[in-house]
């Protein structure tokens, strides 16, 4: 069964330090992936999508996140961290199948603080 | 601006009084789906739509119903609501139905059921 798994349920970091949230999945197929962020009484916001090319993709806000097929993973990386950062963070596979197609299979969430 | 709309944000009521939610999208998209976010378990999907007058169940459809009669709108419905049904709803809508297409989602509907 597909499935998207954060290991890091809350994570704290200090502002102007690096961070990387850790998504692994398990899929079938060449996965699709997001990862989307929702900041306080907001909706998700796609930070990043990654489905075929370069494993390395760039988002919005400073994000990338790096695809490795080889250990199911699509880890998110910041190299500095601003305060407006904290946020909950969700990692998101596209799932089959193709009728269902548009479905996302979600993470748990990374709920990240930031340190002043 | 392209944007998915639901309503109500917030809304509090009791057990077995039926409700809607509505969510409305203006982008034309022919997918919609609506998903409900608890802690620790991340968004399930509980319903979805692949067009107009096409609807399906998602991963946790009990409880729930909906409709699709006009494409822009997927309105939400618990004909009676239970507390464990107290969560945060989206609404999310997509361009078509394949497996990597980006979904645009709603600002949430927090619900409450005492």
């Known amino acids: 069964a597909q499935s998207v798994t954060q290991p890091d349920i809350h994570i704290t970091v200090s502002e102007g330090a690096s961070l990387e949230l850790r998504c692994n999945y398990s899929y079938g197929a060449t996965p699709y992936l997001f990862w989307y962020v929702q900041s306080p009484g907001q909706g998700l916001q796609l930070l990043l999508k990654y489905f075929s090319g370069d494993t390395l993709v760039q988002g919005i806000k400073g994000f990338e996140a790096e695809f490795k097929r080889s250990q199911s993973s699509f880890n998110l990386r910041k190299p500095s961290v601003h305060w407006s950062d904290a946020a909950e963070y969700f990692c998101a596979v596209g799932g089959a199948p193709l009728n269902q197609g548009g479905k996302l299979i979600f993470g748990q969430g990374t709920e990240l603080s930031v340190k002043p | ?114």
């Open chain 2, 1 to 114: 601006e392209a944007q998915v709309t639901q309503n109500p944000r917030y809304l509090i009521t009791v057990t077995g009084k039926k409700l809607t939610v509505t969510c409305s999208q203006n982008m034309n998209h022919e997918y919609m789906s609506w998903y409900r976010q608890d802690p620790g378990l991340g968004l399930r999907q509980i319903y979805y739509s692949m067009n107009v007058e096409v609807t399906d169940k998602g991963d946790v459809p009990e409880g729930y119903k909906v409709s699709r009669k006009e494409k822009r709108n997927f309105p939400l419905i618990l004909e009676s609501p239970s507390p464990n049904q107290t969560s945060l709803y989206f609404c999310a809508s997509s361009p078509h139905r394949g497996v990597n297409t980006e979904a645009f989602f709603g600002q949430g509907t927090r619900l409450t059921v005492v």
